[in-house]
């Protein structure tokens, strides 16, 4: 029965004996709109990758490449959360065809300039209007699994599926990029790549009964601001993660490089992502009574503690097998982050706040990896892996703020 707010609740008995995944799943609209928006997250992970692809199959510059692709993420983390505030104000349903739309004419000039051989200059500008519209999909599933399960118990199951969905995409998304670009064109990857976020966009966009209704039409109680200091915590914690993952890039390359095992260095890095994704299918599944902020720190400390070992690795084996331990946290520390915001924040700026974390853990990601490098360069791997253990410190830290707050 529909709550009061609009909300679908789901029956009280049921979440009691049904496992967390196929409640959230059985609530009117979820499966329907958790479906649409998976072609659309394949795509958005096809994106970056693409662009390098598409910039580098015409110009033979890994540079221009690198140029590009560099506007194109800093567009995005800069430029999400200013969409992600229209969509909040005006609603999914309106707004979201318009995000795609221009997404879609960016990518396209961004390919017929390439393919004309324009200047640099023309290249990055479309990189960057290609990224300041992409669509953060998943900030939008998000707020549709609040305003479908607000206050209910499985919403962190939700968040886990949130997660397991990204996580997916991002395996499949750029394998298929790489395969396309490499055995047909990088045009038909990028043309590919834009077509399923179009295709699971526009089929988002058209459930409207699962979207939150527009901040314009809701009467708020209190500030909906998101400059407090505890929403800012998460944001730094996020930030720490992206500066570890950033790191890791970097040290995980540098290390099978060094020791002549450079076609290692892809399937070393996928070891933490892939045991993060069983731990968070593990995760999601249970139903904690510990507070979500309680689990936070705890969750950071353990992927403190799991990382030390990389410092003491002299051998792939043995990297493989201290990549698998801090991937048992990665994927909690992700859904209890979305549960403490979904908790802080009015719904009215919701959308924002969940892109705001994809933002944060986007500019971590690109200055670690630039830390790293230099970092890398001069003193080795080993330096790179005590960079990326000072962020889980670093982390912790705005964790512990969050607890206290």
């Known amino acids: 029965m529909p709550a009061l707010t609009g909300r679908i609740r789901t029956p ?5 004996t049904e496992s967390g995944y196929r409640v959230a799943l059985r609530t009117p609209g979820a499966l329907k709109f958790y479906l649409a928006a998976a072609p659309a997250r394949i795509g958005i992970a096809m994106t970056g990758l693409g ?3 598409l910039v580098h199959g015409s110009t033979g510059s890994y540079a221009l490449a690198g140029a590009v692709t560099g506007g194109f993420a800093v567009a995005e983390a800069v430029g999400g959360p200013q969409v992600a505030r229209l969509i909040d104000r005006h609603g999914q349903p309106r707004m979201l065809p318009i995000t795609l739309l221009l997404h879609a004419t960016a990518i ?6 390439t393919l004309a051989a324009a200047p640099l200059w023309m290249l990055v500008l479309a990189g960057v209007l290609a990224g300041g519209s992409l669509p953060q999909i ?4 998000a707020a549709r699994w609040s305003h479908v399960l607000r206050g209910t118990p499985v919403l962190s199951s939700a968040f886990a599926l949130e997660s397991l969905g990204t996580s997916l995409a991002f395996l499949i998304g750029p394998a298929l990029i790489g395969t396309i670009s490499a055995l047909v064109s990088p045009v038909v990857g990028s043309v590919l790549a834009t077509s399923l976020l179009l295709a699971g966009g ?18 708020q109680q209190g500030s909906d601001r998101l400059l407090h200091k505890r929403f800012l915590a998460l944001v730094g914690a996020t930030i720490g993660i992206g500066l570890f993952f950033g790191s890791m890039q970097v040290s995980v390359t540098a290390f099978a490089v060094n ?5 290692l260095a892809g399937p070393l890095y ?7 994704l069983v731990a968070g299918v593990a995760y999601g599944a249970r139903r904690w009574r510990t507070p979500a902020h309680r689990q936070y720190v705890v969750a950071f400390a353990i992927l403190f503690v799991t990382s030390l070992p990389l410092v003491l690795v002299d051998s792939p084996l043995a990297l493989g097998l201290a990549l698998a331990l801090p991937g048992l946290a990665l994927a909690p520390i992700q859904v209890l982050a979305s549960v403490l915001v979904e908790s802080e924040v009015e719904p009215a700026v919701l959308t924002q706040a969940f892109t705001w974390l994809n933002s944060g853990s986007a500019a971590g990601i690109a200055m670690g990896a630039a830390v790293a490098g230099r970092a890398v360069d001069t003193h080795g791997s080993q330096l790179g892996f005590a960079l990326a253990i000072a962020a889980t410190l670093v982390a912790t830290g705005m964790a512990v703020v969050v607890r206290q707050r």
């Open 108 to 113: 396209a000039l961004l390919i017929t300039l």
């Open 259 to 263: 020791r002549d095992s450079a076609e």
């Open 270 to 276: 996928s070891i933490t992502s892939l045991i993060s």
């Open 51 to 53: 662009i390098v692809w």
């Open 12 to 16: 009280q008995h049921v979440q009691q």
């Open 138 to 141: 998943g900030a939008q599933t």
């Open 202 to 219: 526009f089929s988002l966009a058209a459930q409207r009964g699962t979207a939150p209704p527009p901040a314009a039409r809701v009467r």
